[in-house]
């Protein structure tokens, strides 16, 4: 079993990565992104994406009832679809569903963003939230009878409210629910690098203990991306891959060693 | 087994239908249109839909590779999504599904329509098509384990391409896999009416010869679905039922004898 992250960027090659994932010859369910088509489609639709950065330095989405009708046309719709018809025309039976799809995955609302407007302190409130548990018994039926997951946000609440919510952190349920052997996360960079700005810098393998070195050194979204990186190798996987998704073959280089390897 | 045709207008109570559907006590799938909302995103993404006339007089969205993304972002994405959510909310354990996952509607693409353009005649080939079978296994498997479709295009070709295609035809192959002893169709409009102008010459009851008479007299798009009708009645729906959507009770009204009711 492999847990395959797709990056919602515009230049990732979805179908260099349905190709290669089609000669693999094992199981895998597909978690991916669509923040670009997102934000195209919000700006279009007359309501521009926002991002507002908490007092605590995190800077997140605001996902307002209109965010929430952009991710579901930008990653259930458009994304999700155009993505399953990859993988139905290189033969894997995709289905492609939301988390709250069959309740696929439950989370929790986040009780506010704390903000500063001017002087003041706000709580801003809007539609995102953790994920808390991923529906293993409907993956499992699908697996188990030749369907290919191909899983997206929104999420659904504990109101049964379509929520947005961190890859991140549906990749690491999954990996609970499933004890996926490879968790693939493929990027628009050619790994986890030193410094952002120079390729030369990627990093080739991380061991656990270097990821939670690395992580006391980094800030904000990093430091979630390091936390839930740890999660991972925590919860079994015996690999974790970040690697370039822009080139010919994603997966096979992933496999191959490209990229950055966390073990 | 109920099936339930919802159609795509603006003003359909989606929420009062899905308020019935909780209260049914029997199972039952969904099959939903939202062409308001493809209209509206299509607008808005700068590729405005476009209805072509073919020479026998048939009007149709003209599918482009842009109509299907609006088809993705409005069916898939927004109206299936915002409709799964409210079935959450109301206890309904819904499944949102196009026909491309998991191959649930596979169909054949049109070779083309024929259409004037000035003087000559001109074939446009489109990303359309006719439904020509249902995955009965797999709505099997989520109606056995409680999970309700709630189903939309677009649907798959004979190529892996995702197209549009008919709910009406859709709907008549989901009759012959599920065998429904009622399907209820929702529109804008109390029923069946033999002058689409005056809401009193809503027909009460047609039986299977008047259906026959009817589609004899009437054309173009009205005959295509006078055809669907027969179809079902003769797949064995026991009861056709044709109903305004817009009032507060959808469901409960079409089932108390509202609307128009073939048998």
Same mark, same amino acid.
């Given at each position: 079993?492999?847990?395959?992250? =797709?990056?919602?960027?515009?230049? =990732?090659?979805?179908?260099?990565? !349905?190709?290669?994932?089609?000669?693999?010859?094992?199981?895998? &369910?597909? !978690? $991916?992104?669509?923040?670009?088509? %997102?934000?195209?489609?919000?700006?279009?639709?007359?309501?521009?994406?926002? !991002?507002?950065?908490?007092?605590?330095?995190?800077?997140?989405?605001?996902?307002?009832?209109?965010?929430?009708?952009?991710?579901?046309?930008?990653?259930?719709?458009?994304?999700?679809? %155009?993505?399953?018809?990859?993988?139905?025309? $290189?033969?894997?039976?995709? =289905?492609?569903?939301?988390?709250?799809?069959?309740?696929?995955?439950?989370?929790?609302?986040?009780?506010?963003?704390?903000?500063?407007?001017?002087?003041?302190?706000? !709580?801003? %409130?809007?539609?995102?939230?953790?994920?808390?548990?991923?529906?293993?018994?409907?993956?499992?039926?699908?697996? *188990?009878?030749?369907?290919?997951?191909?899983?997206?946000?929104?999420?659904?609440?504990?109101?049964?409210?379509?929520?947005? *919510?961190?890859?991140?952190?549906?990749?690491?349920?999954?990996?609970?629910?499933? $004890?996926?052997?490879?968790?693939?996360?493929?990027?628009?960079?050619?790994?986890?690098?030193?410094?952002?700005?120079?390729?030369?810098?990627?990093?080739?393998?991380?061991?656990? *203990?270097?990821?939670?070195?690395?992580?006391?050194? &980094?800030?904000?979204?990093?430091?979630?991306?390091?936390?839930?990186?740890?999660?991972?190798?925590?919860?079994?996987?015996?690999? &974790?891959?970040?690697?370039?998704?822009? &080139?010919?073959?994603?997966?096979?280089?992933?496999? *191959?060693?490209?990229?950055?390897?966390?073990?």
């Amino acid at each position: 079993m492999m847990i395959v992250k =797709i990056g919602g960027g515009k230049a =990732i090659n979805l179908k260099g990565a !349905v190709q290669d994932l089609a000669e693999l010859g094992e199981s895998f &369910v597909i !978690v $991916h992104g669509a923040n670009a088509i %997102r934000d195209e489609i919000a700006e279009k639709m007359g309501h521009p994406t926002r !991002v507002v950065t908490s007092i605590s330095g995190y800077s997140s989405v605001f996902s307002d009832e209109a965010t929430i009708d952009a991710i579901m046309m930008g990653y259930s719709g458009i994304q999700n679809k %155009r993505l399953v018809e990859l993988c139905q025309q $290189h033969g894997i039976n995709a =289905i492609g569903l939301s988390g709250i799809d069959g309740r696929l995955i439950e989370g929790a609302r986040n009780k506010g963003i704390r903000a500063k407007q001017g002087d003041k302190t706000i !709580v801003l %409130r809007d539609y995102s939230g953790k994920p808390k548990s991923v529906n293993g018994e409907l993956l499992g039926l699908l697996l *188990s009878h030749g369907y290919i997951p191909v899983i997206c946000i929104p999420i659904i609440d504990e109101n049964n409210v379509a929520i947005n *919510s961190e890859n991140d952190d549906i990749v690491n349920l999954l990996q609970e629910a499933l $004890h996926a052997e490879t968790v693939v996360q493929l990027i628009e960079a050619p790994g986890y690098m030193a410094d952002i700005g120079d390729a030369s810098s990627l990093v080739r393998t991380i061991s656990k *203990s270097e990821l939670e070195a690395r992580e006391a050194r &980094v800030e904000g979204r990093m430091k979630r991306k390091m936390l839930a990186l740890k999660k991972l190798t925590e919860s079994g996987a015996k690999r &974790v891959i970040i690697s370039d998704g822009r &080139v010919d073959h994603p997966i096979k280089d992933a496999l *191959s060693g490209k990229g950055t390897t966390i073990q």
